[in-house]
């Protein structure tokens, strides 16, 4: 298996190909996408443009479906719920399809949503998404960061290193680095491991939530490792459901 990461969507090159992708957007978009398939979201169906979004949700019946986004950070007016895995309780989500779009983890998805197994990870279901890509042994993996409007992005980098130290750890004879840029990522989580809120708290997004509101429980939620068993994937061009 050999890894890839890309900080970004437009990082990935037009002409490179994978079996599996796997999709990162750490504050918060993959964080609510595990959670909210974690307690019970019929599946997610992600958008980048909110017009299509709102004519695709009134498909549904209206107690069916909940409204997720954000733009900026902060809720998009007129939905139900902004993007944070705070808000994806049972009691709101069970049941129901989510229609989601945030300024960069629904772009991320839309990049490589033409490869035939994507799935997507966050902190708290890092283990589950390695586990399954030990299980399928792909033998090429493009890992996604969602990134800040194009640029890169420290958090995601973060959970990237955690991803590909977690498939060496016992597998290094059959799992190889592709680019520099998992490297890096390498050497962050060896440098960060210890002290995961530390990092999201430094990075320039997680300054920029801090700045809009009180956010401290997102940031312990999007900080907590290995503590989900759910593997969301695109069952469907933009629709994510749990293994």
Not at 186 to 207: P, T, V, Y
């Amino acid at each position: 298996m050999k890894l890839f990461y890309f900080h970004a969507a437009g990082d990935v090159p037009d002409n490179f190909s994978a079996d599996s992708a796997v999709v990162i957007d750490v504050l918060r978009a993959t964080t609510t996408i595990a959670w909210a398939l974690n307690n019970g979201a019929e599946a997610i169906q992600t958008f980048t443009e909110l017009e299509e979004l709102k004519n695709e949700s009134l498909k549904w019946p209206s107690d069916k479906r909940v409204l997720v986004g954000e733009r900026g950070g902060k809720k998009i007016d007129g939905f139900d719920i902004g993007n944070s895995p705070l808000g994806v309780t049972p009691d709101v989500v069970k049941g129901k399809r989510i229609f989601m779009s945030t300024t960069n983890g629904t772009r991320a998805l839309n990049r490589v949503r033409d490869v035939s197994n994507l799935l997507t990870l966050s902190l708290p279901n890092r283990s589950a998404i390695g586990k399954k890509l030990l299980v399928d042994l792909p033998s090429t993996v493009c890992i996604l960061g969602s990134g800040w409007e194009g640029s890169y992005s420290l958090e995601d980098s973060l959970a990237a290193g955690s991803l590909g130290a977690f498939l060496l750890a016992d597998h290094s004879g059959s799992i190889n680095v592709g680019n520099d840029e998992l490297n890096a990522a390498l050497a962050l989580w060896d440098l960060w491991k210890e002290n995961i809120e530390g990092c999201l708290r430094i990075a320039s997004h997680g300054q920029r939530l801090a700045g809009i509101a009180n956010h401290d429980d997102d940031f312990a939620c999007c900080a907590e490792l290995d503590m989900l068993s759910v593997v969301p994937f695109q069952s469907e061009p933009g629709v994510l459901r749990a293994y």
